[in-house]
């Protein structure tokens, strides 16, 4: 299917106003950021923690050195005393993650302590809010600040929270100082760090910048400039706010972790510390506290203390793990993998079968797996969202357009059903009125020339009425076929399943070709093997449809030899049946179309033996109705075989022995009431029935019958369905209806028609005929219904 320029392009189109809609729109920012979580879970290397180490004030501890050191928060020369042990043990630097911003005893030992060395930061805390009052002087908190605050690049606090003067007089700067709050994002998670605060007219590092800030020493200084912040040879992308994506390590929560209490005993001199200072040596110390609720923080990789995010920011900064966000070409890359798809044929009206279904559905793999290999590998950070959004449109408009195309096909399929059915109606319509307008001048053909089969003739007149009546008969036929085929195709011929002999059936087919096969000096043989079940449920009379027509033709085809009927068992409840014989043969080019209707396997056949290709195609079809298949095997001059299978399950035990057809009995007089608006057939009736004792009354339509029938008994009513006035299945009701009223005895009445369809026989039985005699009527049939269905005796008046 090819589509208009504009309407393949506009599917694209709206996909990537999709795309740029969830980019820019705060709304869709939390399930980007849980992707982006995602892929930063699976894109996380370990780290070896080589440099870092948390000495953790944990609640364990704090019990257990309650009665030594009393209740927390302690007294600041036990911080000195931690100072003094984690220098003497080699720690490289020292960052407390703890606030000391109130006065308490022992400021003077800790500022002592401090003043050492220049390789302690001390942390301080960012508010929301604005204080009453400034403790610490001015001079102090410009002498510990990077610059004035201002611009971009930086997180903004209403104040902050510094430690005392005391401590931050013996400080030693740069970086003596560093901010431990962090902002979380909107759903209380941290993905990014800011590296640097204003806050009260000053700009100040964080403290894993404020580390690396010291250890580079003077005359190193931050540089900050819009999406970079360097420190000596580091540099870190940033956002506008001066906040760093740092790349967590899978292990993040494996941080090395020293308790508070093995650490303070070691100071103590309580313990041996031997595998403490080893622990110790090299390593920046993060002193932190898990003990208070709100210092955990949750990130892409589970709940981490405080401290131990501190540890793990700075370690990954050292190691580079810093991502970068993808400027908008990447994004666009990105996107543009989303109309992947439309390379893959996506077309609307054509299924995504195959290969195409396969690359559609690979292309959101392909977009996560590229934001992945950006992470790892580039260290740089892509949204997916917009992407696999720009997917999802596109592909939905494709589902959208692909039923709204085969919506539209299916109606017109709908349409053009309707249509075939009007027509196939219309046909069958046709079919029926030909079938019945044909068959009232074909029965008085077959009925006349049959009655002057048994007059004195001449042989040459014997000889032109039998043409007349075999060419009536092959009439007959042909259309008998063509109602078959017609009711096949409309799906309206129902087989039955009613128990019948198996043996009898096939013993009337023989006799009746027999005379066939005699007149032709071939042998019309049958064997039923002895394990075939006898009485079977099925439908005899389509059975015996199909074998006279395979064993019919295999009489006309074959000019001498023999035509052979094998019935066998087959499998389950199935019964096989074999009509062979060594006639003419098909050639084998021919034999995959003599199932076909109207087609014969040479096109001089229909002239030298007659038929009209209908046979075959209405016997596959009655085959495939029972529940079976048929087939064929030939060769040209060695004959042909003929093999089909169908259901026939053992008649039940309670059906009793099966029914045989009913012989005709020569019957003593019956009057008979012909309703018969049609002169010609009331004459071929009449002559059928003379010098035979049964009398006719005749009635020219459905009120005449009626009134007759109520005036006299009868032994029997010959209705014509199709009368003027009152039609013959009216007529059978008000019969019906008045034996009902008056209580006399019930009269057979058979149908005598023109309507050839199985609803047509239906309507007949409902309306309360006893039997239906489709024209044109043979003699000896018309004799076995009055035989069957007659009571003897003359027409007598009814009592009033």
């Not at 046709?430 to 068959?439: G, I, M, P, T, Y």
């Not at 036929?477 to 109602?483: F, G, H, M, V």
Request: glycine share 8%.
């Amino acid at each position: 299917m090819t589509l208009p320029p504009l309407r393949r392009a506009w599917p694209p189109l709206v996909a990537l106003l999709a795309a740029v809609l969830v980019a820019v729109v705060p709304g869709f920012r939390g399930t980007s950021d849980a992707l982006e979580d995602t892929v930063r879970r699976l894109a996380a290397r370990d780290s070896a923690f080589e440099g870092v180490l948390v000495v953790d004030i944990d609640d364990v501890s704090l019990h257990s050195l309650q009665e030594r050191l009393g209740p927390w928060p302690y007294r600041r020369d036990i911080h000195a005393l931690l100072l003094d042990y984690l220098r003497d043990a080699g720690a490289r630097a020292v960052a407390f993650d703890v606030v000391f911003d109130e006065a308490r005893d022992g400021d003077a030992l800790l500022a002592q302590s401090i003043a050492k060395r220049p390789d302690v930061v001390l942390g301080m805390a960012g508010l929301r809010q604005e204080l009453d009052h400034r403790a610490v002087p001015a001079p102090l908190r410009e002498r510990h600040a990077l610059g004035p605050a201002g611009g971009e690049g930086a997180v903004r606090w209403a104040a902050m929270t510094w430690p005392t003067p005391t401590l931050l007089v013996a400080l030693s700067p740069p970086g003596a100082l560093g901010m431990i709050s962090t902002p979380l994002e909107a759903d209380r998670r941290l993905r990014k760090v800011p590296l640097l605060h204003d806050a009260e007219g000053y700009r100040l590092p964080s403290l894993p910048l404020a580390l690396f800030l010291m250890q580079a020493g003077p005359p190193a200084g931050v540089t900050s400039s819009p999406g970079t912040v360097a420190v000596g040879d580091h540099r870190w992308p940033v956002d506008r706010d001066g906040r760093a994506s740092v790349l967590l390590p899978a292990n993040a929560t494996q941080v090395p972790t020293l308790a508070y209490r093995s650490v303070i005993e070691a100071a103590l001199g309580e313990r041996v510390d031997q595998d403490l200072r080893e622990a110790i040596a090299g390593r920046t110390v993060f002193v932190g506290s898990s003990a208070f609720l709100g210092d955990e923080v949750l990130t892409p990789h589970g709940v981490l203390p405080g401290t131990a995010v501190l540890a793990n920011v700075h370690d990954a900064m050292a190691r580079g793990e810093v991502a970068g966000t993808a400027p908008w070409p990447g994004l666009a890359g990105l996107v543009a993998l989303a109309l992947l798809p439309l390379f893959a044929g996506l077309v609307p009206g054509r299924p995504l079968n195959g290969w195409r279904l396969a690359a559609c559905l690979a292309v959101p793999l392909l977009i996560a797996f590229t934001a992945f290999a950006a992470l790892r590998w580039l260290r740089v950070e892509v949204s997916m969202l917009p992407a696999l959004v720009a997917w999802a449109v596109l592909m939905a408009l494709h589902a959208a357009r692909h039923a709204r195309v085969m919506s539209l096909a299916n109606r017109r399929l709908a349409e053009d059903r309707r249509i075939a059915e009007a027509a196939n109606a219309a046909k069958s319509e046709f079919l029926a009125n030909v079938s019945h307008e044909l068959r009232t001048p074909l029965n008085a053909v077959l009925g006349m020339a049959e009655v002057l089969l048994h007059t004195p003739l001449t042989e040459e007149q014997r000889r032109y009425v039998t043409i007349f009546q075999q060419s009536g008969e092959s009439l007959t036929a042909l259309i008998d076929d063509l109602l078959d085929l017609s009711k096949i195709e409309a799906n309206r011929l129902q087989v039955e399943a009613l128990p019948f002999s198996l043996r009898q059936l096939a013993g009337d087919v023989m006799a009746l070709l027999g005379s066939r096969a005699r007149n032709k000096d071939v042998v019309l043989e049958h064997h039923v093997d002895a394990d075939v079940a006898d009485a079977v449920t099925g439908d005899a009379r389509r059975l015996t449809q199909v074998l006279v027509n395979l064993l019919g033709n295999a009489v006309k085809f074959t000019h001498e030899g023999r035509v052979h009927l094998r019935v066998t068992r087959g499998e389950g409840q199935r019964v096989v049946f074999e009509v062979s014989d060594t006639g003419i043969g098909i050639a084998a080019a021919k034999l995959p179309m003599i199932f076909e209707p109207f087609v014969q396997a040479d096109p001089g056949m229909a002239r030298r033996y007659g038929g009209t290709g209908l046979g075959l195609a209405i016997t596959r079809r009655l085959v495939e109705l029972m529940g079976g298949h048929i087939d064929v095997r030939s060769m040209p001059g060695l004959g042909s075989t003929f093999v089909f299978d169908i259901l026939l399950p053992p008649a039940p035990a309670e059906a009793g022995p099966v029914a045989a057809a009913p012989e005709a009995q020569p019957a003593d007089g019956v009057a008979i009431l012909l309703a018969e608006d049609n002169d010609v057939n009331i004459t071929v009736v009449e002559a059928m029935l003379q010098r035979t004792p049964h009398t006719i009354h005749v009635a020219g339509n459905g009120e005449v019958a009626l009134s007759m029938f109520r005036q006299r008994s009868y032994g029997l009513v010959l209705m014509d369905i199709q009368m003027p006035g009152m039609d013959g299945l009216t007529a059978t009701r008000e019969l019906r209806r008045f034996e009902s009223d008056t209580g006399i005895a019930r009269t057979a009445v058979v149908a005598l028609t023109a309507n050839a369809f199985a609803e047509d026989e239906a309507a007949s039985h409902a309306a309360g005929c006893d039997g239906h005699l489709v024209k044109p009527l043979a003699r000896q049939r018309l004799l076995e219904v009055i035989a069957a269905h007659g009571r003897p005796g003359p027409a007598r008046e009814r009592a009033t």
